[in-house]
T-cell receptor
Framework: EAGVAQSPRYKIIEKRQSVAFWCNPI?????LYWYQQILGQGPKLLIQ????????DSQLPKDRFSAERLKGVDSTLKIQPAKLEDSAVYLC???????????FGQGTRLTVV | DAKTTQPPSMDCAEGRAANLPCNHS???????VYWYRQIHSQGPQYIIH?????ETNEMASLIITEDRKSSTLILPHATLRDTAVYYC?????????????WGAGTKLIIKP
């Protein structure tokens, strides 16, 4: 079975620019997560979707971050405008509804200069 | 804030059992303990989870103390490919979802 696909793999942008990341979860997985992982730290949940609805976005900086999952399948995370402290790996994960195991993609490494 | 405490790093000889400790003294009765690992430049990978009883699967064993304040992940025969950061995580129940609260993990280095 194909895993969670993310693109791009790497991105370098200047501060105040905008950037978007794409995620295609495992087929049939209703739950999709976006995490931010700063170097040396564990992942931090930004947003969780159940199908195309938001379940938890309490840690998403909504003044600059947005995410959507319009058809309940793939998802896009956007940052506008980017700050230096947004430099991190952005991980997408998916799981079956009520599932106990989340499957992660390889992540997108963002560097803001 | 993370609900777990782990040593920042550990070494283990190839072929030996790797025992990774984790403290979660504030865990609540319905909160599960999860373990994931992250190999360099890859996304995290699920290993095992448990509530009260010890658990074993093809990758590892999870030993949870009777008071549930700590646990140990055991990799029975470590190989070089087991070198990774291992995260001990408590799954908490939010208003409408479960959430994994990640700490900084233990960097496990398997030495030949």
């Amino acid at each position: 079975e194909a895993g969670v696909a993310q693109s791009p793999r790497y991105k370098i942008i200047e501060k105040r620019q905008s950037v978007a990341f794409w995620c295609n979860p495992i087929s049939g997985h209703a739950t999709l997560y976006w995490y931010q992982q700063i170097l040396g730290q564990g992942p931090k949940l930004l947003i969780q979707f159940q199908n195309n609805g938001v379940v938890d976005d309490s840690q998403l900086p909504k003044d600059r971050f947005s995410a959507e999952r319009l058809k309940g399948v793939d998802s896009t995370l956007k940052i506008q405008p980017a700050k230096l402290e947004d430099s991190a790996v952005y991980l997408c994960a998916s799981s079956q509804a009520g599932g106990t195991e989340a499957f992660f993609g390889q992540g997108t490494r963002l560097t803001v200069v | 804030d993370a609900k777990t405490t782990q040593p920042p790093s550990m070494d283990c000889a190839e072929g030996r059992a790797a025992n990774l400790p984790c403290n979660h003294s504030t865990i609540s009765g319905n909160e599960y303990v999860y373990w994931y690992r992250q190999i360099h430049s890859q996304g995290p990978q699920y290993i095992i989870h448990g509530l009260k009883n010890n658990e074993t699967n093809e990758m590892a064993s999870l030993i949870i103390t009777e008071d549930r304040k700590s646990s140990t992940l055991i990799l029975p025969h470590a190989t070089l490919r087991d070198t990774a950061v291992y995260y001990c995580i408590v799954r908490v129940t939010g208003r409408s979802n479960y959430q994994l609260i990640w700490g900084a993990g233990t960097k496990l280095i398997i030495k030949p």
